[in-house]
């Protein structure tokens, strides 16, 4: 990949002043979606003196769409993608893991140890220096173990060897107290060994896991006595002495962080053993990383961060965390301006495991997570594991509503309008229509130049999952509904055209959701052949009952429209959905949705007519009187009130069935 810098130069010949326009091609290769933009863009400036820094703000933008394409070119849509990337984040993770004993080790190596030479052959004297009296000799030979076991191909032989395991695992028990640079070297050198699955069992058999964390949990009372007597030291220093006293303190807690870290990496390498976790958690690793987060070592945050994911997939921990206030904590994580792309990750992706959880997702909203993510939703780094976090809250309906106040909404309607046709993010999908069933986001997501965009989307797309957006936006009662109607006739042709169920379900619930005021049905029925089609579709096992409903749910708002009931009592309909509710008996929605559209063809004459008069519906309503549906009883007898109403031969029957029913009652109460 490269950046492109258009510039116009001047040159001087013969006196004469010609200006010459070039290009100078930036590359950089090293972009991905794990690079710190804002770095990359102010290294690129540094380097070509063609652009000013105050121009730094357009280099950002060009290098994010840069990254975006890579990611759309590899197919992951918006780009921090789906599963792939998660597992590029964790290749990272792994290939970063395998280079800390390199970092480790060029950081910590003596000035003395410079040009000195390990060899295997020499492994007896080594483990005779652990036994010296001077504790700089036990380090010095921790340190050159080190060196060996930095090569996989020594593990092996040392794995076998009982006298080295035993020696080391001694002194580690006995010595652990007295020099953190000793027990650092020990801790590493099971790092190395713990870092391959097959070492596990000889590192589990020496329990270096027990011994790791009664590590851990001293150090962490150290660090809390230290904290304590630095609050009284605040008070009896002087300036000068208080300055130097952080200075040391400074010094002790970036050792402690170090040996913290390998630590805990320790643990979570061996905590691929389930059993093995599940120990830990009884021994409280769970509170220890927690803890964790209070600390400024960006790596041992990411460590702990990545350790608590792991253990988030397991509802005891998880619990555990929501008592802990662990999704705070993190919010507050990723609020901090250092925070490194690795770390933000996985605090997102933790987040995204805990969301599962009712209570958590509402702390994550009293924290004002949504803000956060739809800033996130900004970095394409991070935009797929951000709008997974927003559909999780988003499905709850108490929580919609807090969308209205952010700028999320309008983002992403122009998102999605913004996508590719053929490669729309799902997850984006699903928190759209989520969020459209909120009469307040509806407003705002419909608003403006956004609506035409939808629709023509719509059909340039056929997307059912779209549509099922626009039905929620179209269920509301408000200025968005009738702007809809104006697209009616366009999505009646549609949905004679489509081929999809799902589709066709998507369109006509949109159609079902508009009110006679919205649109002219007569006119859309007439003008759209519609009746031939729905009657085509009502023919038995002609289609599926999600699609029968629907159908049914338009009918029954069509003839709220007078002019239809013409149109219907004329056609076959009435008696197919006389026979349909037949047909369907046991399906409770498509009975109690036919019965309430009957109710609506007693109020006109001409339905009215073919209903009484060329069906036995009459007979049937009483029939569901005893329906075990309160629902479907209570239409039932708002509909034969109706018919009582409108035919007195019909009415002395009704009644005197009704008091049967109620006697029945009576007389069982």
């Known amino acids: 990949m490269a950046i492109l810098v258009h510039y116009e130069s001047e040159e001087v010949i013969d006196g004469r002043v010609e200006k010459k326009k070039s290009v100078k091609k930036i590359r950089v290769n090293s972009l991905s979606v794990t690079s710190n933009i804002q770095e990359v863009a102010e290294d690129v400036v540094d380097k070509c003196k063609l652009i000013s820094k105050s121009r730094i703000h357009l280099v950002v933008e060009v290098l994010e769409t840069l990254v975006q394409r890579q990611q759309q070119v590899n197919g992951g849509g918006f780009g ?51 036994y010296e009296e001077a504790m700089e000799d036990k380090i010095k030979g921790t340190f050159m173990i080190l060196q060996l ?90 300036p000068e002495e ?94 901090q301006k250092d925070i490194n792309d690795a770390t933000c990750m996985a605090g997102l992706r933790l987040l995204l495991n805990l969301s599962f959880d009712l209570e958590i997702r509402s702390q994550l909203v009293k924290e004002q997570a949504i803000g956060k993510m739809v800033e996130l939703l900004k970095k394409p780094v991070f935009r797929q594991v951000a709008l997974k976090l927003l559909y999780q809250i988003s499905i709850d309906d108490k929580h ?77 009662d408000g200025p968005l509904r009738p702007r809809l109607a104006e697209y009616a006739a366009d999505l009646a042709v549609l949905a004679r055209q489509s081929e999809s169920p799902d589709l066709l379900v998507e369109l006509l619930g949109i159609l079902g959701n508009m009110t006679q005021g919205d ?48 149109i219907f009592a004329s056609s076959p309909l009435v008696t197919q959905l006389y026979e349909l509710m037949a047909d369907k008996q046991e399906d409770d929605e498509i009975v109690l949705q036919i019965t309430y559209t009957f109710f609506r063809f007693l109020q006109h004459a001409a339905t009215r007519d073919v209903l009484l008069n060329h069906t036995q519906v009459v007979s049937y309503f009483v029939d569901l009187l005893y329906d075990k549906n309160k629902e479907i009883r209570k239409m039932a007898d708002q509909t034969l009130d109706l018919v009582i109403e409108f035919d007195p031969e019909w009415a002395q029957q009704i009644r005197l069935r009704k008091f049967q029913i109620y006697n029945a009652e009576w007389l069982q109460a």
């Open 80 to 130: 921090g993608g789906g599963e792939d990337d998660f597992r590029m984040w964790d290749d990272q993770w792994q290939e970063a893991r395998r280079g800390e004993m390199d970092r480790f080790m060029g950081e910590s190596r003596p000035a003395a140890m410079d040009g000195v030479v390990t060899s295997l052959d020499k492994l007896e004297t080594y483990l005779e220096m652990l």
């Open 149 to 238: 076991v930095r090569d996989p191909d020594n593990l092996e032989i040392l794995a076998a060897n009982e006298q080295f395991l035993g020696a080391l695992t001694r002194i580690f028990r006995e010595e652990a107290r007295k020099s953190m640079d000793l027990v650092i070297n020990i801790v590493y050198i099971f790092f190395a060994f713990s870092n391959f699955s097959s070492f596990h069992e000889v590192i589990t058999t020496y329990k270096v896991g027990d011994m790791v964390l009664k590590v851990v949990e001293l150090e962490i009372k150290r660090d809390q006595i230290r904290k304590e007597e630095m609050e009284k030291k605040k008070k009896e220093l002087s």
């Open 242 to 335: 208080l300055e130097k006293e952080n200075r040391r303190h400074k010094i002790t807690e970036k050792k402690q962080d170090k040996l913290l870290y390998v630590c805990l990496h320790v643990l979570l390498n061996l905590a691929e053993d389930i059993g093995v976790e599940r120990k830990m958690k009884k021994r409280g690793v769970t509170q220890i990383l927690v803890r964790m987060l209070h600390r400024k070592s960006p790596e041992l945050l990411l460590l702990s961060v990545t350790f608590l994911k792991k253990l988030s997939i397991f509802q005891e921990n998880k619990d555990e965390m929501r008592e802990s206030n662990v999704a705070t904590q993190v919010l507050k994580l990723l609020a």
């Open 400 to 476: 919609k509503s807090m969308f209205t106040y952010t700028d999320s909404l309008p983002l992403l309607v122009n998102m999605l309008l913004s996508s590719p046709e053929n490669n729309t993010d799902k997850t984006l999908l699903a928190l759209a229509i989520n969020l459209a069933a909120n009469a307040r986001n509806a407003e705002v997501m419909g608003a403006g130049d956004l609506l035409p965009g939808l629709i023509t989307r719509l059909f340039h797309t056929k997307d059912p999952l779209l549509c099922k957006m626009m039905r929620n936006l179209s269920q509301h």
């Open 519 to 566: 649109l002219p049905f007569a006119q859309i029925l007439i003008d759209c052949d519609m009746l031939a089609f729905l009657q085509h579709l009502l023919l038995p096992g002609a289609s599926e009952d999600d699609i029968v409903l629907e159908i049914v749910i338009f009918i029954g708002t069509c003839v709220s429209d007078s002019r239809c009931s013409s």
